[in-house]
Each structure stands twice: as structure tokens, then as C-alpha cells.
């Protein structure tokens, strides 16, 4: 079993960085696929992005070059947004399938933490 909790969310103006923990337990980041995804209102899910066990890292093309996703330690994920835009405000959250080692894109994720906000003001 894997539960997550993330934090770090917050209100920032564009340009701005704020950077999103993921505490995870019953499992060691890094081990299998985990990532991040974002939900703004009245839009679908998208995956921002997906680390595997080799430390392969996707990222969609709106958040390249602004944000980083990493292990910080064997408990926590992190994602690094820098350079914040409007379109970024979403509750974001943290996911993980420890039945995956890769491909990623293809996971299902059946562990998800409760969310956390970003909203970015023009």
C-alpha cells in the first residue's frame, strides 16, 4: 500500500516558482513509475510529469524547460516550478504505480495523494 501527501502549493504571480513535495510511504521513490498530474477546473487530468525506476523523466511539452521533477530523498518527490504562468493554476497531484518500472505513459496509477493548489495571477 502506498499513500501520499503532497505539499507546497500556493499563490504566486506569473514568473514566480514554487516547488511541490510528495511524501510517499510503503514504498522507496525511485523504484517505480511516479508523477505528477494537474486538474484545472473544467478541464481533464493531464500528466505533467513521470519519473520511472532508471530515473527516465517525461515531461508535457507546456512545462519544459520550467519545471523538474525529482527524488529528493528515498520518501519524497519534488517538483520544481519555476517561471509560473497562468495557465499552470491547477490542483496538482501527486501519483505512483508500483506495478510499473517504465513506461510510464502507459501506468495507471491507482495511488493518488489528496491534491494541492497553484494559482498563478497575471
Known amino acids: 500500500q502506498v499513500q501520499l501527501v503532497e505539499s507546497g502549493g500556493g499563490s504566486v504571480q506569473a514568473g514566480g516558482s514554487l516547488r511541490l513535495s510528495c511524501a510517499a510511504s510503503?514504498?522507496?521513490?525511485?523504484?517505480?513509475?511516479m508523477g505528477w498530474f494537474r486538474q484545472a477546473p473544467g478541464k481533464e487530468r493531464e500528466g505533467v510529469a513521470t519519473m520511472d525506476s532508471s530515473g527516465k523523466i517525461r515531461y508535457v511539452d507546456s512545462v519544459k524547460g520550467r519545471f523538474t521533477i525529482a527524488k529528493d530523498s528515498p520518501k519524497t518527490l519534488y517538483l520544481q516550478m519555476n517561471n509560473l504562468k497562468p495557465e499552470d493554476t491547477a490542483m496538482y497531484y501527486c501519483a505512483a504505480d508500483p506495478s510499473r518500472l517504465w513506461a510510464c505513459s502507459t501506468a495507471d496509477f491507482p495511488y493518488w495523494g489528496q491534491g494541492t493548489q497553484v494559482t498563478v495571477s497575471a
Open positions: 510503503g514504498y522507496s521513490i525511485g523504484t517505480y513509475c
